[in-house]
Structure formats: structure tokens, C-alpha cells
């Protein structure tokens, strides 16, 4: 079954650091870029962070010098490593890869169930 499963997530004060971890199934054949979004409420769905294969990143501004993204291509997982987390952190967090199912066929889009991370003041 083609799944990811998130763990990590949690309740935190305000300075505080929650790390994240994505399992990918090992159903996929080989798996591109992954990524972290996150969806506050009433608010869309937002890029967190993103590691090609080959280990380059991106980030949004809003969490840069604050979260490192990681990934074990052996072990098919990624990681967000959040510190120094604020109020405005609090989102539904999902990770996200970019991943074939077997040798010459398309890439698509998965997404885990998503994992609550809430910061308190």
C-alpha cells in the first residue's frame, strides 16, 4: 500500500522545538523531491520547506535560520527539525513527495493525513 505516515507533531510553548518525521512506504519505486506544507485555519495550504534527492532546500521565509529539513533516501524518510517555534507555527502539517510506482511511469503527488502542531503563547 502507497501511504506515508507522519509522526511528531504535538502541543509546545512558544521558544520550544517539535521534530517531524515522514515514513514513505517502501511501495514506491523512487521518490523525487519531498516537502513539509502546513494549513492554519482559514488559511491555504503553504509550502514549509522542500529537499530534492540530491539534498538541496528550500524554504519560506517565514521559517529560515528557525527549521532544517533532513531526508534518509535509504530509509525512504524525511524529517523537519522545527526550533524556536511561534504562535504563528500552529497548522496542520503534511508532508509531501513527488514519487514513481515503478520504472517509466509518471510521477504524482502523495500526501500524508497530516499531523496537528499547535505552539502556545
Known amino acids: 500500500q502507497v501511504q506515508l505516515v507522519e509522526s511528531g507533531g504535538g502541543l509546545v510553548q512558544a521558544g520550544g522545538s517539535l521534530r517531524l518525521s515522514c515514513a514513505a512506504s517502501?511501495?514506491?519505486?523512487?521518490?523525487?523531491?519531498m516537502g513539509w506544507y502546513r494549513q492554519a485555519p482559514g488559511k491555504q495550504r503553504e509550502l514549509v520547506a522542500l529537499i530534492t534527492r540530491a539534498g538541496s532546500t528550500t524554504y519560506a521565509d517565514s521559517v529560515k535560520g528557525r527549521f532544517t529539513i533532513s531526508r534518509d533516501n535509504a530509509k525512504n524518510t524525511m524529517y523537519l527539525q522545527m526550533n524556536s517555534l511561534k504562535p504563528e507555527d500552529t497548522a496542520v502539517y503534511y508532508c509531501n513527495v513527488k514519487a514513481r510506482l515503478g520504472p517509466g511511469t509518471i510521477e504524482h503527488d502523495y500526501w500524508s493525513q497530516g499531523t496537528q502542531v499547535t505552539v502556545s503563547s
Open positions: 517502501a511501495r514506491f519505486f523512487s521518490i523525487n523531491t
